[in-house]
């Protein structure tokens, strides 16, 4: 069956604008999350949805980014007025209900801001 | 939270030999540990995981790890290396529904 799939697999921008990634999750998978994986700080947590709902959004590094989920599925991760520190991969993973169940990831989006 | 601690940033292991890769963790209630694979330009792919049950925990690949609960380690190794198991490998620790990664171990297998 389809995996984790991610949108754009790159993405290179100028410092300044705006950027949108996208997840579309594994079909009835009702957890989603977002990560994130750079040289200075390894795989980082940044936000969990359950449904449509992101009760844990701790891990955003700045009021610039923010996510959304609609319909229980597709998730956009959007930053803001980008910064050279935000290149990094941005992974997505999905799961089924139950904690401890496998969190399957996506290819990740690797973002380049210049 | 839990933590895991990751020993060795890079490890590098003849084609044939044992591989072993170390995994701490800090963790006041039982942990859920898991090891994942990342190849080169590709997302992280689950080896194993440790729930609860059985301590030696059978993965995909011919990997297996050890849950010791009294030297709080969760191990992942090999018997015989493969020219495709050189890639990066993440321990990770679930935190209530999130997991917590350790550095990443990169592995390169010599012919």
């Known amino acids: 069956g389809a995996g984790v799939s991610q949108s754009p697999s790159n993405k290179v921008t100028e410092k300044g604008k705006d950027v949108e990634l996208r997840c579309d999750p594994i079909?009835?998978?009702?957890?989603l999350y977002w990560y994130r994986q750079s040289l200075g700080q390894g795989l980082e947590f940044l936000i969990y949805?359950?449904?449509?709902?992101?009760?844990?959004k701790s891990g955003l590094p700045s009021d610039r980014f923010s996510a959304e989920r609609t319909g229980g599925s597709v998730s956009t991760l959007t930053i803001q007025r980008t910064q050279q520190e935000d290149s990094a991969v941005y992974l997505c993973?999905?799961?089924?209900?139950?904690?401890?169940?496998?969190?399957?990831f996506g290819p990740g989006t690797r973002l380049t801001v210049l | 939270a839990q933590s895991v601690t990751q020993l060795g940033s890079h490890v590098s292991v003849s084609e044939g030999a044992l591989v072993l890769l170390r995994c701490n963790y800090s963790s006041s209630v039982p942990p859920y540990l898991f090891w994942y694979v990342q190849y080169p330009n590709q997302g992280l792919q689950l080896l194993l995981k440790?729930?609860?049950?059985?301590?030696l925990v059978k993965g995909i690949n011919g990997f297996e790890a050890e849950f010791k609960k009294s030297e709080t380690s969760f191990h992942l190794t090999k018997p015989s290396a493969h020219m495709s198991d050189a890639a990066e490998y993440f321990c990770?620790?679930?935190?209530?529904?999130?997991?917590?990664f350790g550095a990443g171990t990169t592995v390169t297998v010599r012919a």
């Open positions: 440790y729930t609860t049950g059985a301590t």
């Open positions: 949805f359950q449904g449509n709902s992101a009760p844990d």
């Open positions: 079909s009835g998978h009702t957890a």
């Open positions: 990770a620790v679930l935190n209530d529904y999130k997991l917590s």
């Open positions: 993973a999905s799961r089924m209900t139950g904690s401890y169940n496998e969190q399957f």
